[in-house]
């Protein structure tokens, strides 16, 4: 029997329903979901000297937080995971040192990248979508900030996994509960 735990990263833009389908998923297969925009959203609200910093780049939508930061705090979440349970990243890797620095730190671990979801939709879709979502950082200027950000560094990482042949590309376009139904046809 195969034992090896799913490890799945889900890679999209803004609005793509990542997060969404994330937590589907991690209900479905009880995997701990790690949501690096959550985990830095609670960062903001802590008393760390840079709390105030990365709470300005994430308002703003002014590019992405320090790669160093991120990466403490992911190995921070990572350490509460016993290597039986599985893992979904969603909101990370989001550029290529962050991708390989994810790779180092499974590999070290005996982990393995299972599936690496990737869910494209249209510039027109993810204004729609985020506009009715109103987080703070969902500002029109914010927003082209952010889109410009995802296209420069997040996706060369897309690139890295379709590489590494674990990427499943499923449109992210249809309803939640049909792209939900495409994705888990992926599991055997
Ligand atoms: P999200 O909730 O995934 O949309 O993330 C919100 C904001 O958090 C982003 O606009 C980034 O500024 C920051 N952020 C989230 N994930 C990362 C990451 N992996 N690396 C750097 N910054 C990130």
Redesign the pocket.
Known sequence: MNTQPYIIIILGP?GSG??TQAEVLAQQFKLRHI????L??AFVTSRHPQAGRVQR??NE???????TL?LEILRRALSKIPASVGILF??????KV?AAALDRILRRSGRIITHAFYLPISTGTTIKRLARRG?V?DTPAAITK?LA?YRKKTKPVIDHYRRRGVLVTVNGEPTIPRVTQTILTHFK
């Open positions: 803004q990542k997060g949501d690096m925009g959550a830095l959203r780049i994430m939508g002014k590019g992405l937080v320090p790669t991120v969603d909101g990370f890797p989001r550029n962050q987080r950082d952010r950000t």
